[in-house]
């Protein structure tokens, strides 16, 4: 009995039928693979380009809540100066 012969004689799937290994295979396929939008404030539209500046997420309180991106300047005159966080002030 071969491999093949086995796998269909106790119904088990072919690895290339789990999700996972499709999904990876789908994703670095240069066909099919597509990029994710860039992150834009929320006020001005400015696209988040140095990874080195900080921006601010903000957690919106509707019905249905969404994480939305603020750019520096924006977030400053929206909530006030960044309180530094526990890494930088160590």
Request: overall charge negative.
């Amino acid at each position: 009995m071969t491999s093949g012969e086995f796998d269909r004689y106790v119904n088990i799937p072919r690895a290339s039928a789990f999700p996972a290994e499709r999904i990876e295979r789908e994703m670095t396929n240069p066909e099919t693979a597509s990029a994710p939008a860039a992150l834009r404030c929320i006020e001005c539209l400015r696209p988040w380009v140095e990874p080195d500046e900080r921006w601010r997420l903000k957690i919106t309180d509707d019905a249905q809540p969404e994480t939305v991106p603020y750019c520096p300047d924006c977030a400053t005159r929206e909530f006030g100066p960044a309180r530094p966080s526990r890494i930088e002030a160590a």
